[in-house]
């Protein structure tokens, strides 16, 4: 077996098609291992960690396709090389959909150029670069939307200045959602039209509220994301009060919604002060602070579930969210369950709906373990291996290095959920399902097999999905429940109703060593 | 954009302004050594960068000696290259005269040369006239052909072209020539068709009311007419007289010149003044004539340069979709390279415009920053030279300029710019 | 100074990076452009902070 290294000079492709080529090709005859990467510092070390950098290899630059391998003696190397390059090529959509009519746009300032001036720009490029564009774009009068992580926080911090100096918007980094006007950015749902505004640090924290309003009725004006870290004392809510004025100032935004973990305490008193100030209707959805009263015009929600419906109820539409029983399917496996199967696995694509669940369990289940809490005693220790009740977020850092974000690429919820059902002490399985644009075109359809395969598995565990998605989306909402059920899925139309589902579930278990 | 950032860019906007606004208009011929600033009796200027003699490719070698057969400092090529040896010539680029010279550039105290002035701005730049194609001294040709042309041209040529250019009151209007040709199917470096033709008709009122013999006259208008490149030398020298504008402007890193001396590139940067940023000279990919190939032709070399660093030539191609036939290209290819010179340029020019693009005008100004940021540099037209002096032109071609000295003179802006 | 209104209907957006989401503008009928990215400066360290100090 030897480690190749080959050097591609110049030619740039971006981090999932490199990722979903070096996953399609790793089995290819005679190779071990494959990673194609672009040959940035970072990327090299990580090569280097993984043994897959060669001495060639080191001479790559960012600009450079690296595609490194590990291969017996018996692969054709350079047929190999080959596939590997034309599997690249064969899809790159903004090349092939050009043609060769149309020339493709090579930079921010031709792109303004084409577009005859744009609003925003939307960047999801390595975290290295992204500052860089952004604030060219900032520099060209755009609003900026970071869809990237991994930017550093003196970047943001200063993109966001320039930002309130030009009277522009910085949405991220490591913003995953927006709303504006009708179009959805990034992670997006095809909602409804209507008057409810939000501002969120916190990306499906925005979906699920959007998708919740949207599917009792009523309508979204605007969604604006800032990224989880804007809330935080450093950036101190510039981009969160920038986009607060905004939908305080916008004729048609009549209600307002805050979604955000709990911020900084001085960002929170400036947040509701010009909340409180603002004469709009405000639903404040703190999630994981303690209770608040409500002080009119501001309201507090404690779920996400309960934000939507409190701004449905302002605007005059009450909706009534009945508390979900369990499906008759889901109670005769709950009565042949294995008795040892007693824990909880809650294995979460969305991050914002991953700790509205550990929020909402903590207070009955007190050694809950996750690795999206804060708290040392409370983190899971390895969040590849669950272990007693937990929930673990699939989007964490540490699950996307290499390989996409869980809500486009299933791979590996797949492989954890097979994983944690074949656990003995597993009792109930619960997952989210994220649809819209950016999303897997179809999850349900991922999941199938694995879920058929737990769904026959005598006395094994109890399936609960939050369903989280508008009902137009392009993935087909009721298509995408139908199948979760035919597979034997609680499906549950928000987070919210899911977790609590899992507690009537938990709490009718036969053991009640717990 | 920082501090420093909004200055570079107020300068680079403004360097834009300054180079459209020039009006360069041919005003006169005369002799480089009573024209020339600096020009000396044992100076011979060449083009590109500063080049030591042994340092000097084939054609430069081949056309200094020549010259010096010229001007009757050396009885043959031999006699010439123990004059040089002997350290008694002097060697300095066209760019440090404010002059410019296509191919070897070479030009010696003797020869006529047209001047140019920025009516805008009074400054002023010169060029030697068009030899013609074939064997000729730019090339390093240095038969005994190439010198009897040179002593006709300043015998017969110089003097004609003199008194008819001074009847001319307000001298002859490049910029309205060069706007002109751009929207006939030129890019008036490669491609000078219509500008020649354009230029003649200028020129013929004033060179029929000349009190000269009628075969001179004819041998003249011949000559001109035979010569599909004879605007070239002054669209250089004119090109001249606007980038020589910005020379000097503080905080400005928009590219004053490139040049080559066919062994390097050489460039310079509006606010680092003369200082040359060089790197090894490229290989022309062209069409070559019959008999030659690539192993044959010199690197890169000439100061016609001068049109891209002013906004046309190359960064107009889109508007000689013809020029296409030297890279096997098609007219489209055209507009890419075009569309492409957008994306390192500061702005365009609003008075030379591409009737394809929408009358968009030219890019001009290369922001250093920008080609090292895209890493796309300059792309050029040029002749070829051959590689050996006294044979002469071997094709045609195009090239991009090295990204070696971009990134140098990025490192002395910043280095000059923001003083650590 | 004033500000640049961003929340209204009919948003230009340029998409720079994952091409799904310029796709999935397109689906929603945006008028959008996606650039055809390259690292700037070939992502090389010493180029961008020279680039860096002159902008």
Request: net charge negative.
């Amino acid at each position: 077996m030897k480690t190749y290294n080959i050097i591609k000079p110049d030619k740039y492709f971006d981090s999932v098609l490199l990722m979903q080529v070096s996953r399609e090709l790793s089995s290819a005859p005679g190779i071990i291992e494959l990673s194609v990467m672009m040959g940035s510092q970072g990327n090299k070390d990580l090569l280097r960690e993984s043994g897959l950098l060669a001495a060639e290899g080191e001479n790559a630059r960012g600009s450079d396709l690296l595609i490194a391998f590990k291969a017996d003696g018996s692969a054709d190397l350079d047929a190999f090389v080959e596939k590997v390059e034309n599997a690249l090529t064969r899809r790159t959509p903004a090349r092939a959909e050009d043609g060769d009519e149309e020339e493709s746009v090579k930079s921010l300032e031709s792109a303004y150029a084409k577009l005859g001036g744009a609003d925003v720009v939307f960047i999801s490029l390595p975290g290295d670069y992204a500052a860089w564009e952004a604030e060219k774009a900032l520099d060209m009068g755009m609003h900026v939307m970071l869809f990237s992580d991994n930017v550093p926080l003196e970047d943001e911090i200063s993109l966001k200045k320039i930002g309130k100096e030009k009277g522009l918007l910085v949405m991220g980094p490591d913003c995953g959602t927006a709303f504006i006007g009708g179009v959805g950015l990034g992670f997006a749902n095809a909602v409804r039209e209507g008057k409810i505004g939000v501002v969120g640090a916190a990306g499906t924290g925005m979906q699920e509220v959007a998708c919740i309003i949207s599917n009792l009725g009523a309508g979204l004006s605007h969604g604006i994301g800032t990224g989880g870290r804007d809330v935080k004392k450093d950036v101190g809510g510039m981009a969160f009060l920038m986009g607060l004025e905004m939908l305080i100032e916008d004729p048609g935004t009549e209600i307002i919604i805050l979604v955000t973990k709990p911020p900084d305490k001085g960002v929170e008193d400036e947040i509701i002060k010009m909340a409180a100030a603002g004469k709009k209707p405000v639903v404040a959805c703190l999630l994981g602070s303690a209770h608040k009263e409500d002080a009119p015009p501001v309201h507090y929600a404690s779920t996400l579930e309960q934000a939507a419906v409190k701004a449905l109820e302002l605007a005059g539409i009450r909706q009534k969210i009945e508390d979900p029983e369990m499906s008759p399917g889901l109670k005769s496996r709950l009565e042949k369950i294995s008795p040892r199967r007693r824990f909880l696995r809650g294995l979460y694509s969305g991050g914002t709906l991953g700790s509205e669940a550990e929020i909402l369990l903590r207070p009955g289940m007190p050694g809950l373990l996750s690795n999206l809490s804060k708290k040392s005693e409370e983190r899971l220790p390895d969040p590849w291996k669950s272990s007693g009740d937990c929930i673990v977020d699939l989007g964490d850092d540490l699950f996307t290095r290499g390989r996409p974000h869980p809500m486009i690429d299933y791979a590996l919820r797949k492989e954890r959920m097979l994983k944690e059902a074949t656990d003995p002490e597993c009792a109930v399985i619960l997952f989210d399902v994220v649809l819209g644009y950016g999303s897997n075109a179809d999850p349900a359809g991922e999941l199938e097999d694995a879920l058929l395969r737990i769904d026959k598995m005598e006395g094994g565990p109890l399936l609960v999905a939050a369903l989280c998605g508008a009902k137009d989306d392009p993935q087909g909402y009721e298509r995408q429940q139908k199948v979760l059920e035919r597979c034997g899925v609680q499906v549950c139309l928000s987070n919210a109703s899911a977790v609590k589902l899992v507690n009537k579930i938990l709490n009718k278990l036969p053991v009640s060593s717990k | 954009m920082s501090e420093i950032g909004n200055k570079i860019e107020a300068a680079n906007n403004e360097a834009v302004q300054m180079m459209q606004t020039a009006r360069p208009v041919w005003v006169d011929v005369g002799r480089a050594s009573d024209v020339i600033p600096g020009m000396e009796e044992d100076l011979i200027l060449h083009a590109g960068p500063p080049v030591k003699w042994e340092n000097m490719c084939g054609p430069v070698k081949g056309a200094v000696l020549g010259a010096l057969v010229y001007e009757g400092k050396a009885s043959g090529l031999k006699d010439a290259e123990k004059l040089v040896e002997s350290g008694r010539i002097k060697f300095d680029p066209c760019h440090h005269h404010r002059a410019v010279g296509p191919m070897a550039g070479v030009v010696s105290p003797s020869m006529y040369v047209f001047v140019i002035e920025n009516r805008t701005h009074g400054n002023r730049a010169y060029c030697t006239i068009n030899e013609g194609l074939g064997k000729v001294l730019r090339f390093g040709a240095n038969s005994d052909e190439v010198i009897r042309r040179l002593k006709w041209m300043e015998h017969t040529l110089g003097p004609v072209l003199q008194k008819a250019v001074r009847q001319a009151k307000d001298g002859i209007d490049i910029k309205a020539v060069t706007a002109q040709a751009l929207q006939m199917g030129d890019e008036c470096h490669n491609r000078n068709v219509a500008a020649s033709t354009l230029l003649l008709k200028e020129l013929v009122p004033y060179l029929l009311k000349l009190d000269i013999d009628r075969e001179v006259l004819v041998s003249v208008i011949e000559f001109i007419m035979g010569n599909p490149h004879f605007f070239l030398n002054v669209s250089m020298a004119a090109c001249k007289s606007i980038a020589d504008v910005i020379r000097g402007k503080e905080y400005c890193t928009v590219m004053s010149a490139m040049a080559r001396n066919g062994t390097e590139l050489g460039i310079q940067v509006a606010s680092l003044g003369d200082r040359w940023f060089t790197a090894p000279a490229g290989n022309p990919k062209g069409l070559y004539f019959p008999g030659f190939t690539e192993k044959d032709a010199n690197p890169d070399l000439g100061d016609s340069t001068i049109s891209e660093t002013a906004g046309i030539g190359a960064f107009a191609m889109a508007a000689a979709p013809a020029i296409v036939r030297f890279i096997g290209g098609s007219p489209k290819d055209a507009v890419r390279y075009t569309r492409q010179m957008y994306e390192i340029c500061s702005g365009t020019h609003v008075d030379y415009q591409i009737p394809y693009m929408d009358f968009m005008g030219t890019p001009l100004g290369v922001d250093i920053r920008k080609v090292v940021e895209k890493q796309v540099t300059p792309i050029i037209n040029t002749g070829i030279a051959h590689r050996e002096p006294g044979v002469g032109q071997v094709g045609a071609g195009i090239l991009y300029a090295p990204m070696d000295c971009f990134e140098k003179a990025l490192e002395a802006l910043a280095d000059t710019l923001v003083p650590a | 100074m004033e500000k640049k209104n961003l929340l209204k209907k009919g948003i230009k957006v340029i998409s720079m990076g994952l091409p799904i989401f310029y796709e999935s503008l397109k689906a929603q009928d945006v008028e959008t452009v996606q650039v055809d990215w390259k690292p700037p400066a070939r992502g090389e360290k010493r180029l961008l902070d020279l680039l860096r100090k002159l902008r």
